[in-house]
């Protein structure tokens, strides 16, 4: 690994890549001074998912206010701020655009430098954040290696985490991302969009044993994952609930149910994919992120398993689980001290 580089106090986080205006500041890596984030979800309700042009234009509007926001709240000016961490890539290449080009123009007008970052480990970075801030631990007091899982909206995959930043994937899903397969049958049962915290406000009133709903490759022996199966079934147990078997129109008592075992199934998928490659790895720790780890259940779920193992857990507080610009932040202070900033010509990668 390369030796320190910079010594940057202050990290200008900036996060585009979807629904989410994110701005953050974070002082010496550890310290989130302001975490400013702004949902466009209200705007993409009635479409039961993220529209690009929609979010791209609402990122237009917010970046500014919601910068100015975190800097308030932050007690800071643009002055003060020793570099720029902005995500390149993956997502929504009119959002990341939006994101790339404020940092830019912020670089070019205070002299700062500027760092773009992958999205997916920004996530998986979150958990180390999470780490750091919890105690007053250092980077080389984490052991590894650590199973790492990022579980969000787009992306669901399941990692070897050797050290801070640096990480192997070892499978991912090939098709719907679980938090996908959230919002989908939330949209099947008439919920609102995000789906993920809709179907767990459900479930908390169902019975999760009442619907017996495919564990899709749980025993598939690899670490890949697979999830439209399984919202296939919730679809065709949904029409099977009216006689027509076209309409997905459920009662509120079956869809508490439905919810309650849709949930059950991505969980006991997710929970053991992750510990079979904990066990394969021999892992000191597990360290999971992304929206889907804002669930509950799944977190209490994972507290379990790392009881079982006797391994540690790192899995961020709510607002690092879902997109943030803190995590985009640290990721980037983290490669400051690696490599060079990147420069102006830097690019949006949308996949
Ligand atoms: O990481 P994230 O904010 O954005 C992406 O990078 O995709 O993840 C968003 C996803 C959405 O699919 C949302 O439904 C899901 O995370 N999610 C949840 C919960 N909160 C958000 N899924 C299950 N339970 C939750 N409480
Ligand atoms: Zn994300």
Redesign the pocket.
């Known amino acids: 690994m390369a030796t320190d580089r910079g010594d940057y106090r202050n990290v200008l986080g900036i996060e585009t890549s979807?629904d989410?205006t994110g701005v953050a500041l974070l002082e010496e890596g550890r310290r989130i001074r302001a975490n400013v984030v702004v949902s466009q979800a209200d705007l993409h309700d009635e479409y039961g998912g993220v529209v690009p042009e929609i979010a791209c234009r609402a990122h237009v509007r917010s970046l500014l206010p919601v910068m100015d926001r975190a800097l308030e709240e932050a007690e800071c000016s643009l002055e003060d701020i020793d570099m720029i961490g902005v995500t390149r890539e993956p997502g929504l290449i009119g959002s990341l655009l939006v994101g790339l080009q404020g940092a830019k123009g912020l670089s070019v007008s205070f002299s700062k430098p500027i760092w773009g970052v992958d999205?997916i480990s920004a996530?998986l970075y979150s958990c180390t954040l999470h780490a750091l801030r919890e105690s007053s631990r250092h980077l080389s007091d984490i052991a590894y290696p650590r199973a790492g899982l990022v579980v969000?909206?787009?992306?669901t995959g399941l990692y070897r985490i050797e050290g801070p930043g640096r990480y192997e994937r070892l499978g991912s899903t090939m098709d719907d991302a679980a938090?996908?397969a959230?919002?989908k049958v939330a949209s099947m049962l008439d919920l609102g969009y995000?789906?993920?915290?809709e179907?767990?406000r459900k479930a908390r009133h169902g019975d999760p044993d009442s619907v017996d709903f495919p564990r899709p490759m749980i025993n598939s022996g690899d670490y890949q994952f697979s999830f439209s199966g399984l919202k296939t079934a919730v679809l065709y147990h949904c029409r099977g609930q009216n006689e027509s078997g076209r309409d997905t129109d459920v009662s509120d008592a079956e869809r508490v149910d439905i919810a309650a075992s849709f949930q059950e199934a991505v969980v006991d998928v997710l929970v053991r994919k992750l510990e079979r490659a904990a066990e394969d790895m021999d892992a000191m720790g597990l360290s999971v992120g992304?929206?889907?780890a804002?669930?509950g259940r799944f977190r209490e779920r994972l507290h379990e398993m790392a009881e079982h193992l006797d391994v540690s857990l790192h899995v961020p507080p709510l607002s690092l689980c879902?997109?943030n610009a803190a995590m985009i932040a640290g990721k980037a202070y983290f490669e400051a001290r690696h490599r060079e900033p990147d420069s102006l010509h830097l690019e949006a990668i949308p996949t």
């Open positions: 979807c989410e999205h996530h969000s909206g787009g992306h938090g996908e959230f919002d995000p789906g993920g915290p179907i767990e992304g929206g889907v804002a669930n879902t997109d």
